[in-house]
């Protein structure tokens, strides 16, 4: 069993940069894909970007694609998410999770989903 847990949350102003960060407890070589999503308070649960682990291809919500980027480094089997030119509408928890399909962006395909991280961004 896998799992993933976030990091690097927090509270920022608008504008600023933050990076999140996802590590697996091991590897998980059934797994080719991991995800991040998001989750604002009534909300559902939103995709933001994708990555194929072992090439690093990736694939991205029109919402944030050219803001936000997603990363890993395999070495520390750690995903990234870089967000820049925060918002406050990107005030949510961020999740990462996991599927075998590449361009999957609905979270009934993602399993073994982290804790989450808050991020909040002042207006």
């Known amino acids: 069993q896998v799992q993933l847990v976030e990091s690097g949350g927090g509270l920022v102003q608008t504008g600023d940069s933050l990076t999140l960060s996802c590590t697996a407890s091991?590897?998980?070589?059934?797994?080719?894909?991991r995800g991040w999503f998001r989750q604002a308070p009534g909300k559902e649960r939103e995709f933001l970007a994708g990555?194929?682990?072992?090439?690093?291809?990736?694939y991205y919500a029109d919402s944030v694609k050219g803001r936000f980027t997603i990363s890993r480094d395999d070495a520390k089997n750690t995903m990234y998410l870089q967000m820049n030119n925060l918002e406050p509408e990107d005030t949510a928890v961020y999740y990462c999770?996991?599927?075998?399909?590449?361009?999957?962006?609905?979270?009934?395909?993602?399993?073994?989903w982290g804790q989450g991280t808050q991020v909040t961004v002042s207006s």
């Open positions: 999770a996991m599927t075998p399909t590449f361009g999957s962006t609905l979270p009934r395909d993602f399993r073994s």
């Open positions: 091991r590897r998980a070589f059934l797994t080719y894909v």
């Open positions: 990555i194929r682990w072992t090439s690093g291809n990736t």
